[in-house]
């Protein structure tokens, strides 16, 4: 069984990696995120997605698209 500060390191990789392979034209929004996590068998919410971006210095999807 994983810690919870092991589960957290393991969803900001897994956060880090989506939004670096996003499409810069039309970046990935927390609530997309949260369900691409979902997918992936890491149910948290929106806002814990975005607490976590915040951590990373990650900045919302509408600074970091790209034209």
Same mark, same amino acid.
């Given at each position: 069984? !994983? *810690? ?10 897994? /956060? #880090? *990696? ?9 970046? /990935? *929004?927390? #609530?997309?995120?949260?369900?691409? /996590? !979902? #997918? ?7 806002? *814990? ?6 951590? /990373? ?5 509408? !600074?970091?698209?790209?034209?």
């Amino acid at each position: 069984f !994983l *810690t919870d500060f092991e589960r957290n390191q393991i969803i900001k990789k897994i /956060l #880090e *990696t989506v939004i670096e392979e996003e499409n810069k034209r039309k970046p /990935l *929004t927390d #609530e997309k995120l949260a369900s691409i /996590l !979902l #997918e992936k068998g890491y149910p948290i919410a929106r806002r *814990t997605v975005a607490k976590y971006r915040e951590q /990373l210095d990650i900045p919302v999807a509408r !600074l970091r698209k790209k034209i």
